[in-house]
């Protein structure tokens, strides 16, 4: 990612931390629209879940300059999805419903630019927990 596109995710992100829970819900909806099944994954309230996507979107942003220890830790991530039952072609579903709901909480903000600079940063943590995922 470029300069400029890491400094619209750490931006943005400010955003969608302002309204944390509603994000998560829309993020949440939105997946389980997309793919119903993935509901049978969670087992946690949902205030409990959102609070972990977004601790993690934290963590991917606050490392965006240097992406390779937060590899580690997304492999290690995935791995432990796979534990849950989630599967590869999962992770195309979840950059889909999570890029939506970030256009979705981010309205106007979210411009092409923006877009493109979240699409690398979903991209690059889905590839992260795949590493790990059979």
């Excluded at 750490?10 to 793919?35: K, N, Q, T, V």
């Excluded at 791995?79 to 849950?84: G, L, M």
């Excluded at 072609?89 to 970030?102: F, G, H, K, P, V």
Aim: aromatic share 8%.
């Amino acid at each position: 990612m470029t300069a400029h596109q890491i400094r619209l995710v750490r931006e943005s992100i400010e955003l969608l931390r302002e309204d944390a829970e509603p994000f998560a819900l829309l993020f949440y909806g939105r997946l389980f629209e997309l793919d119903p099944d993935s509901r049978r994954l969670f087992h946690n309230d949902f205030a409990v879940q959102g609070r972990k996507l977004m601790d993690m979107l934290t963590s991917v942003v606050d490392s965006l300059d240097d992406f390779q220890p937060m590899r580690a830790r997304l492999a290690e991530l995935g791995r432990k999805h796979v534990e849950y039952g989630v599967r590869k072609e999962q992770y195309d579903t979840l950059a889909t419903a999570l890029l939506w709901s970030i256009g979705q909480a981010l309205g106007a903000s979210f411009d092409v630019p923006t877009s493109d600079a979240w699409r690398l940063a979903i991209h690059a943590i889905c590839t992260g927990m795949k590493a790990r995922a059979v």
